[in-house]
């Protein structure tokens, strides 16, 4: 029996897989994956059972097992587990006839043909997460970043996926890394950072359109993590301190010209009203005294009749006849 290929997430360092993530490992939670354990246990027992009728029967007729019914009970045990299989609920199995496609069968029990029939694969369909990263790719503006990313896709006809492509798990690695480098390539390092929606959008739609041909169905892609060199991150901040600081003289300015505005036409109503004016002083004399919680000292004739000429005291007197009263 043919075993399922792995996703190239699953490849060891030496194969020559396009690069993962860096923290692809960090993703992994630790829990279990599901298991075919059951599914050999089932082909080891129609194994055993076929070879244990094969020398009951040479027991009860021949009285006695020698080699050759021990060598024609293997042959009868081989060719029946090669015709029984179990396929999982989540897996397809292709199955070929001298060669040529016949059926995608299962899941569950599937009976083939010994030495006529054999399925080449067993497909899973359920979603596969596969991580891959564009390392030191140059953007619009010659910025070299990386980037790591993942996409979840599903194989959604199993016979394309085997007839049509060799290896579609790497296939599908292999080709969003592609995809990656080349969408990178057309935006400005900005673009890539502010814009990551847009970039997961993008790599969708594209890697849809080129893995549709293999029967795999893209779910979604998602950019993780973006690294800028770090001879570049001092100069990418004080550019973007140096942007927030004249921003922030721009609208203090903005106000500052407001506030001119407003005070021009507060002006112009208090023209050529002397007490309106006079009540507002008195207005902002009071509000400054009430947060402030000082004394105001507010020149008055008193003041002027010890700082001005002879008729000083005379003011003083008036003054003082107009409190009495």
């Not at 298991?35 to 029967?57: E, K, Y």
């Not at 550019?239 to 021009?264: F, P, Q, V």
């Not at 109503?269 to 002397?274: K, M, V």
């Not at 004016?277 to 002027?304: C, D, N, Q, W």
């Amino acid at each position: 029996m043919s075993r399922r290929k792995q996703p190239a997430a699953a490849s060891s360092s030496s194969s020559p897989e396009p690069s993962l993530s860096r923290n692809a490992t960090s993703a992994d939670s630790g829990r279990r994956k599901t298991s075919r354990n059951g599914a050999i246990l089932f082909t080891v027992a129609v194994f055993a059972a076929a070879v244990a009728v094969v020398l009951a029967l040479f027991g009860v007729i021949g009285g006695r097992v020698g080699v050759t019914a021990v060598v024609v009970a293997a042959l009868a045990g081989w060719l029946a587990a090669s015709s029984i299989h179990v396929v999982m609920e989540w897996e397809k199995a292709v199955v070929m006839r001298f060669g040529k496609f016949n059926r995608v069968a299962g899941p569950g029990i599937v009976f083939t043909w010994p030495l006529v029939e054999f399925y080449t694969l067993r497909v899973d369909q359920r979603v596969i997460a596969t991580y891959f990263g564009a390392e030191e790719t140059l953007t619009s503006d010659l910025v070299p970043i990386n980037v790591d990313a993942v996409i979840f896709w599903m194989v959604f006809s199993a016979k394309k996926a085997t007839m049509e492509v060799e290896d579609y798990a790497s296939a599908v690695s292999w080709m969003s890394q592609a995809m990656l480098r080349k969408a990178i390539g057309r935006a400005s390092l900005s673009e890539v950072a502010t814009r990551r929606d847009q970039l997961d959008a993008e790599l969708k739609d594209v890697l849809e359109g080129k893995l549709a041909e293999w029967g795999i169905t893209v779910i979604d892609v998602e950019v993780r993590d973006i690294v800028v060199p770090k001879e570049l991150q001092s100069a990418m901040a004080a550019e973007a301190i140096a942007a927030r600081e004249r921003n922030a003289r721009m609208i203090l300015a903005e106000a500052e010209g407001d506030i001119s505005a407003m005070l021009k036409d507060a002006s112009a109503n208090y023209e050529g009203d002397a007490e309106a004016m006079r009540l507002r002083t008195m207005h902002l004399a009071y509000e400054s005294v009430k947060h402030s919680g000082g004394t105001l000292v507010i020149p008055s004739a008193f003041s002027e009749g010890f700082t001005e000429g002879p008729d000083g005291a005379d003011k003083v007197a008036r003054a003082v006849q107009q409190a009495a009263r």
